[in-house]
């Protein structure tokens, strides 16, 4: 669940904060040498970041809709050569990480790709570099779109533009629908079709939002009482997701739901 959470959240730091010319990430003159994911025992005494989830209650907020809170933490550890230069390290890395979490309160999560391989940030990757595949699905939401804009309001008044984003996730929603439909798809190479049909069996949500993003808590350094060197900031981010659940209730189950 939050496995491509940190995937993009790791994108996200990699590419906003300062990086040295043989492209990793610094903190004054010393580079992420580490991204973990998961908590662990054992670390390098390089500056290192960790992210491990602490929580992902989910409850229902509506017939058919359901919202994760998800709660992740970012642990940063590092050992210099004093404790005076740790400390700085430690606080000017915290500093970087929040500076950039704080201005995203709203986050894409999509999967790898299943044309291309390739791991997008933004739904916008799909009619950018598959617009062969999916320009008929464009001008299918835009104009579905435009005539619900037409119910609502009045002539003289002009369609708000959709956003890119907006577009890429309505089309290709649809044409991931039509894969599973069995409905033929025009320029869709076979081994995306394999691609997406075997997302489909593993209940892979292509696309996700975060919203209301927020860095909560910040502790720029601890006391790193018995820890000699080694000192550890942290940054617990808030993230919430809604869920459509369009499957419920006893008559769902299949009369072949046998145990094998």
Request: glycine fraction near 4%; proline fraction near 5%; include cysteine.
């Amino acid at each position: 669940m939050l496995e491509r959470v940190y995937d993009t959240l790791i994108a996200i730091l990699y590419y906003e904060l300062p990086k040295d010319n043989y492209g990793k990430v610094v903190s004054y003159d010393r580079p992420i040498t580490a991204w973990y994911i998961g908590q662990r025992d054992i670390k390098n005494n390089n500056l290192s970041v960790t992210l491990k989830g602490a929580s992902s209650p989910l409850k229902d907020i509506g017939l058919g809709l359901q919202e994760f809170s998800h709660s992740v933490t970012f642990e940063i550890n590092a050992g210099a050569d004093n404790i005076s230069i740790t400390e700085r390290l430690v606080q000017e890395t915290t500093r970087l990480i929040l500076a950039s979490l704080r201005k995203h309160r709203r986050i894409w999560v999509v999967e790898y790709c299943p044309i291309c391989a390739k791991f997008a940030l933004s739904p916008e990757h799909f009619i950018q570099d598959h617009n062969d595949i999916l320009a008929t699905y464009v001008t299918g939401v835009v104009n579905d779109y435009n005539s619900l804009w037409a119910e609502t309001h009045p002539a003289n008044i002009t369609p708000a533009e959709l956003p890119n984003s907006a577009k890429a996730t309505e089309s290709f929603l649809r044409m991931y629908e039509d894969v599973r439909n069995n409905v033929a798809v025009a320029n869709l190479p076979l081994t995306a079709k394999k691609n997406i049909l075997k997302m489909q069996s593993d209940l892979v949500e292509p696309i996700r939002i975060m919203y209301d993003c927020v860095a909560n808590t910040s502790t720029p350094s601890d006391d790193a009482t018995g820890q000699a060197l080694f000192r550890n900031g942290t940054i617990t981010l808030e993230l919430k997701e809604l869920i459509k659940q369009d499957s419920y209730g006893p008559d769902n189950v299949p009369i072949t739901a046998i145990k094998k």
